[in-house]
Nanobody
Framework: QVQLVESGGGLVQAGGSLRLSCVAS????????MGWFRQAPGKEREFVAA????????SYSDSVKGRFTISRGVANNTVYLQMNSLKPEDTAVYYC?????????????????WGQGTQVTVSS
């Protein structure tokens, strides 16, 4: 069964950094667009960042642009989210997503695969 496994979440002070990782269980994901979403308590899931299968195209939400960077690993079945200058409002469960359509990943609906999520907590 195909799996996306996130890691790297934790507790950090405001202004700090974290790096999230998402590893796909199959190398076929090297041809998939991948992305990150987050969901805070009582709020809807929101788009954070997306990257095309080649890594040539990236997209970010306005709330994280300039602070977060999405990238792919050498094996291409791994995606990272480098989060700098973290703010308390970044606190959420972060989910990895993968689909063969960057459009669906960017929209966050009808995505083929989701990870189980990793908690990020930013203290003030």
């Amino acid at each position: 069964q195909v799996q996306l496994v996130e890691s790297g979440g934790g507790l950090v002070q405001a202004g700090g950094s974290l790096r999230l990782s998402c590893v796909a269980s199959e190398r076929t994901f090297s041809n998939y667009a991948m992305g990150w979403f987050r969901q805070a308590p009582g709020k809807e899931r929101e788009f954070v960042a997306a990257i095309s299968w080649s890594g040539a195209y990236t997209s970010y939400s306005d709330s994280v642009k300039g602070r977060f960077t999405i990238s792919r690993g050498v094996a291409n079945n791994t995606v990272y989210l480098q989060m700098n200058s973290l703010k308390p409002e970044d606190t959420a469960v972060y989910y990895c997503a993968a689909d063969n359509s960057i459009v669906r990943v960017r929209r966050g609906d009808e995505v083929d695969y989701w990870g189980q999520g990793t908690q990020v907590t930013v203290s003030s």
